[in-house]
């Protein structure tokens, strides 16, 4: 409970400051290149529920052009998404703008992954128990299938992570993103550039 409510925060903000120090000059390539391959803006910012539900911008560099069709849609993402922008995400550089957004506690280094605003009314009461912490650059979740498992279970695995926080979990989930990272494990679901919307839960 102590490291829930007070702990998490100091490990956060120590973590997010470090990781800024450090890999400020990965951030500032990364900017430069996604300017002269995708153009501007450079960062993606999209409304996400935080905590307890509540709105919040979450910053990401971008990997997807901007493609409409001729009535004004955005084309799909496997058109949208291109072979830099696959490289981003293969990597998580994309995430790293992230790291801002945990320093204004918006976010956690750990916790359940932001999704989208209009997913919050598909929920069922078990899986919205995942608002109950703040949503993490990365999580149980990312460390045990990321978006090649199914909705259902991802979202099992952030009500998991909510009744099991602890700073041993946290570590551990660090120590696994990493190494998920260097295999490039999950980064889509088969045969997709990205992942299937969520079209709601369901009790059992």
């Known amino acids: 409970m102590i490291y829930r409510r007070f702990l998490k925060r100091i490990l956060d903000v120590a973590l997010a400051s470090a990781g800024i120090c450090l890999l400020w000059p990965v951030m500032l390539i990364t900017a430069i290149l996604v300017r002269v391959k995708l153009g501007s803006p450079v960062l993606f910012k999209q409304a996400r529920p935080g905590l307890n539900g509540k709105r919040f911008v979450m910053y990401k560099f971008r990997t997807m052009r901007y493609l409409c069709d001729a009535s004004g849609k955005p084309l799909p993402d496997e058109e949208r998404l291109t072979r830099f922008g696959r490289i981003l995400r293969s990597t998580s550089l994309d995430e790293l703008p992230e790291l801002f957004n945990v320093l204004k506690g918006d976010m956690s280094i750990v916790g359940p992954r932001p999704l989208l605003m209009k997913y919050l009314p598909l929920y069922t009461p078990r899986q919205m128990r995942r608002h109950e912490v703040r949503p993490g650059i990365t999580g149980w979740a990312q460390v045990n ?7 259902e279970d991802r979202l099992e695995m952030d009500v998991w992570y909510v009744d099991n926080m602890s700073f041993i979990l946290d570590v551990k ?4 993103t990493f190494l998920k990272v260097l295999r490039r494990e999950g980064i889509s679901q088969q045969g997709r550039a990205t992942v299937d919307e969520f079209k709601g839960g369901h009790e059992t």
């Open 145 to 151: 299938g990321r978006n090649a498992v199914s909705w």
């Open 173 to 176: 989930i660090i120590l696994l």
